[in-house]
């Protein structure tokens, strides 16, 4: 990108920090401090359950470095930046007040009424500190909170509105889900029931189906759980962004990372303007037409099961094997999120292989012994190097479908 091509009127966040603006053929990008196009290449977990000498942190870095990325995201220890690397640090606002946590749920008490107080005091002692530091390309909220929203294709588990319902009374999300969901229903829990199509002689019933982790799934109740969730984030990335603002005015807001799909329901308020550059988990990046901004690819990883699939491997000279099939796919889909106009960067899902992985099909970027991953780090290193060709590449009025599984 060429001096004088940013459109300046899409322009987000301040200037002498890192930015995000359009540039005249419609890619985001986000700006370093200097002012300079970045496409953000990072890792989460760099240095977690390493040694914490600085030599160890300095190697990491160096890896990164060797490897053509330029960040540290979620998770990490952000001793990074004194090696080049910019970095991604995460408020943790689940520390912030009472804590809702279940199966698939972790997440702060937002209808608290000191909610906004306790999330005013986690940004000031988190965020202020570095408000000054150029280095800091953005706030996450938090690192995989963990938002219980219905999975597709899955056994059933209780989602965000059946586990707030079926909190105990002293949570303040527990009276204001029964108030929303009965608001819904000309507050009778008879007809409640009827539009859910589930026998509720009483409130209890619900706490009693949480408890035994027996998920309600009609299409009356998913109606009312999106509905929900959409007010559960509202409230969420609104008061969180307002928090981190308000300790540090310089940086901008990403969003959590939310570590795996979430769906439509909290994504629709992940959004501009209270989140300026949203993390989005790979599998759910939106089509070019329903952008409405800069996007970060989040948890990039082709060592996951769509992409070890013997599907559409007919027809080729010969059959590919699992390792061969998962690098050519992993390769196409990283090189169309490069070329999607709205996709300012990624984040690798993680530095270290976790207990139990098996390369090559483990999800690090470093083995447990140490060892460098290079079934991913070789295939890495050469996109890095020419990500950002990639993307001045994207012929202008073309749109990039993203799709994990060709």
Request: proline content about 7%; glycine content about 10%; overall charge positive.
């Amino acid at each position: 990108m060429a001096a004088g091509e940013v459109r300046p009127e899409t322009i987000r966040g301040t200037a002498g920090f890192f930015r995000a603006a359009q540039d005249a053929a419609g890619c985001w990008w986000l700006l370093d401090a200097a002012g300079r196009p970045f496409f953000c290449k990072g890792v989460h977990g760099v240095g977690v359950n390493a040694p914490s000498e600085p030599a160890a942190l300095a190697d990491a870095a160096g890896r990164l470095r060797h490897w053509g990325f330029n960040a540290i995201g979620a998770a990490g220890v952000h001793r990074g930046h004194d090696g080049g690397l910019a970095f991604l640090p995460s408020v943790d606002f689940c520390r912030a007040g009472a804590l809702i946590q279940a199966p698939g749920l972790r997440l702060p008490d937002v209808f608290a009424p000191d909610w906004r107080r306790r999330a005013s005091e986690r940004a000031r002692d988190v965020c202020t500190p570095l408000a000054s530091n150029r280095a800091l390309v953005g706030w996450l909220t938090d690192d995989r909170p963990g938002w219980a929203q219905p999975r597709a294709g899955a056994a059933p588990r209780p989602a965000l509105l059946q586990l707030c319902l079926g909190l105990e009374p002293a949570f303040a999300a527990y009276h204001a889900a029964w108030e929303f969901v009965l608001a819904l229903h000309g507050g009778k829990l008879a007809a409640l029931a009827r539009a859910w199509g589930v026998p509720l002689a009483n409130k209890e019933v619900v706490r009693e189906l949480t408890r035994t982790e027996t998920a309600i799934a009609t299409r009356g109740y998913a109606r009312d759980d999106a509905r929900w969730t959409r007010e559960f984030a509202r409230r969420y990335f609104a008061g969180a962004a307002a928090a981190i603002r308000a300790a540090d005015p310089h940086h901008l807001v990403l969003g959590c990372r939310f570590g795996g799909p979430v769906g439509a329901a909290v994504l629709a308020e992940c959004v501009y303007p209270a989140v300026d550059v949203p993390l989005i988990d790979w599998s759910e990046l939106p089509a070019e037409a329903a952008a409405n901004g800069p996007v970060l690819a989040g948890d990039v990883c082709w060592a996951e099961a769509e992409f070890f699939s013997a599907r559409h491997a007919a027809g080729r000279a010969r059959r590919l094997t699992t390792v061969e099939r998962m690098l050519r796919r992993g390769r196409a889909a990283l090189e169309r999120t490069a070329r999607h106009r709205a996709v300012a960067g990624y984040v690798w899902r993680q530095w270290l292989d976790e207990p139990g992985e098996q390369p090559p099909f483990a999800r690090g970027l470093v083995h447990l012994n140490g060892a460098e991953a290079r079934e991913h780090t070789e295939l890495l290193a050469e996109f890095n190097a020419r990500a950002e060709s990639l993307r001045r590449a994207s012929p202008p009025g073309e749109p990039v479908a993203i799709d994990l599984s060709t």
